[in-house]
């Protein structure tokens, strides 16, 4: 009983306030029980006219977009309506009661410029896109009495007067490079902060089933086992201990748990991943410097490094939202990287679905925001 008083929580914002909207809204795809299907993924055909979309998905790899488009209840067709300008690709569907426009940075192409690209573009081609999301995967900044770890989600989050990002210019990606910051990004628009708020009491009075959602996910799709499952090994080693210079990962070689960071683990009967709340940097560079990264830290209180936000927040206001796949040092690999981006997707979807139709449409549309471009 208390997982279905959790699962329509989780949902029934979507539901709220319908009967005063002007319009009937998409019905979610539910499953046996009446409950909307996290797998349900299923064609609808012909896509709806291009103003229904009013959420827009930014994410930049192909792990990112894998991750949003199996969590879509359904997929539409193609966009065949878009800007003669845009050469972006689009990833059409349906989430709860939204639909919902999902756009990825070319193949090759990443950081903050390439980023608000593909944000200004979308919003030409999608003018009635009015809420905003970042999903993907960045490097965690574990600390002393913060337990971040792989596969854990990140979510901006105004903190101390700070807007939830913050913009920085880091010069070289080795170990002892300097970090000048140079501001903080506008905040996440308040209809995306008050949903946040609303699933952060949901998740911690009933937790979050992410893993358990994946898994489904996992069975269903079987082609992603491999790349998507949760990996065994999360290992965060001390942060004077550098990467050996070859591109062979520290797992497994010169393995020496004196070089690890002691941990205690987490319960057995808890694989949910963990949600936290607060700064995330961002820059064109991947951080790889775990001393800089504790500095930042505890000077800031830093809670996760990406690559795209900085480019987004002051002309496309958005959430982020990050699954961890490292820890921001030198020890980079890519065994996280899938899994990862499906915690940040099922975290976003969780979101969306807090979301009432009514309350989307009374947002202003983001091509006419101030800074909107």
Known sequence: MATRIKQRLAWD?????????????????????????????????????????TIGWLCALLEELTAARVFL???????????????????????????????????????????AIAARDMVHSFPNVRVGLLVGIGG??????????????????????????????????????????????????????????????????????????????????????????????????????????????????????????ERSSRELDDEDPRIHYGLIASTNNVMKDAIMRDELVAKYGILCFETEAAGLMNHFPCLVIRGICSYSDSHQNTAWQGYAAMTAAAYAKSLLCKLAPRRVAAQTKIEDLPDGN
């Open 13 to 53: 914002a979507a539901d709220s306030d319908v009967a005063d909207s002007d319009e009937e809204p998409e019905v979610a795809l539910t499953d046996f029980n009446g409950d909307p299907d996290f797998t349900s993924n299923r064609s609808l055909g012909k896509m709806p006219p291009i103003d229904s979309y």
């Open 73 to 115: 209840d359904a997929e539409h067709d193609k966009a065949e309506y878009v800007s003669t300008n845009d050469l972006g690709a689009y990833t059409l569907g349906t989430i709860g009661k939204h639909n919902v426009a999902i756009g990825v940075l070319p193949k090759g192409e990443c950081g903050t410029s390439a980023a």
């Open 140 to 261: 965690g900044a574990p600390y002393k009495g913060r337990d971040i770890r792989l596969g854990d989600v990140v979510v901006s989050t105004p903190t101390g007067g700070r807007g939830g990002v913050m913009q920085y210019d880091f010069g070289k990606v080795l170990q002892g490079a300097p970090f000048q910051p140079t501001g903080f990004l506008n905040q996440p628009p308040h209809i995306l902060r008050a949903a946040v708020a609303d699933l952060e009491s949901d998740h911690e009075i009933y937790g979050n089933e992410i893993h358990e959602t994946i898994q489904k996910l996992l069975r269903r799709y079987r082609n992603l086992q491999k790349k998507y499952q949760r990996p065994n090994e999360d290992r965060l080693y001390k942060s004077d201990f550098v990467h050996a210079p070859s591109n062979v990962c520290c797992f497994g070689f010169n393995d020496n748990p004196s070089n690890e960071v």
